[in-house]
């Protein structure tokens, strides 16, 4: 099977730059992507890293490591309504994405 | 609007009661996806479906049932319903269910069970 494991909790303030770590066990995977819940909303598609390296969408850049079985979402010129959770994702072969538990982010003023 | 559509937005119901949720894929998707999430907890994947046919299992009771119909929308059918089956069920839909697969997913279907 698969497992994630990510931070539970991350504080950080307005304007800063934030990194939320996520490592994984797997015996396959296409994939690792990154996905943003708002409190009760529906997750949304933020980054997806196939290859090993930094992916940058904009303030959110995501990176990936095959070899150290770790990723992370770095998230720049924090803004309020970046408070939420970030769960990342594995894609495995069989097609199926298994979420890690996310990560809850506070963005204080 | 992701152009997944979850129906009913909420659901109240008794322990022992039967529910079905729907989804709707977005235009064009194929692959079907069921999730449970629970208070304050992470995404349990349960069923996945391409073009009809169930391609993966995760960990889905075996109170919980699911199909996708030929017009490709999908049905989550939950039985003899526990206190602890209540959770937000959030359906996810991809155009297909390998490579660079990214999920729309619905509003989800927020059940709790009394």
Same mark, same amino acid.
Request: aromatic share 12%; charged share 15%.
């Given at each position: ?8 909790? *991350? ?16 015996? !396959? ?9 708002? /409190?009760? !909303? ?15 969408? !904009? ?8 070899? /150290?079985?770790? !990723? ?9 309504? /970046? ?17 890690? /538990?996310?990560?809850?982010?506070? *963005?204080?003023? | ?14 322990? +022992? ?5 729907? &989804?709707?894929?977005? #235009? ?23 073009? +009809? ?10 109170? @919980?049932?699911?199909?996708? @119909?030929?017009?490709?929308?999908? $049905?989550?059918?939950?039985? #003899?319903? $526990? ?7 959030? &359906? ?23």
């Amino acid at each position: 099977g698969q497992s994630l494991e990510q931070p539970s909790e *991350v504080t950080a303030v307005e304007g800063a730059i934030v990194q939320i770590n996520c490592t994984y066990q797997t015996s !396959g995977f296409y994939g690792l992507s990154w996905y943003q819940q708002h /409190d009760g !909303g529906a997750p949304t598609f933020l980054s997806y890293n196939a290859l090993d390296g930094l992916e940058e969408t !904009g303030r959110f850049s995501s990176f990936l490591s095959r070899s /150290d079985s770790y !990723g992370y979402l770095l998230l720049q010129e924090l803004q309020m309504k /970046d408070s939420a959770s970030y769960f990342c994702a594995l894609q495995t072969n069989a097609g199926k994405s298994t979420f890690g /538990d996310g990560t809850t982010l506070t *963005v204080k003023p | 609007d992701s152009g997944v559509t979850q129906t009913p937005k909420h659901l109240i119901t008794a322990t +022992g009661q039967r529910v079905t949720l729907r &989804c709707s894929p977005r #235009s064009g998707d194929l692959s079907v996806y069921w999730y449970q999430q629970s208070l304050d907890q992470g995404l349990q994947f349960l069923i996945q479906y391409y073009n +009809g046919e169930e391609r993966a299992k995760g960990n889905i009771l075996e109170r @919980f049932s699911a199909q996708q @119909f030929p017009d490709l929308h999908s $049905e989550l059918n939950l039985s #003899s319903l $526990e206190l602890g089956d209540s959770a937000l069920y959030f &359906c996810a839909s991809s155009v297909t269910f390998s490579g660079a697969n990214v999920l729309t997913f619905g509003a989800g279907s927020r059940l709790t069970v009394l």
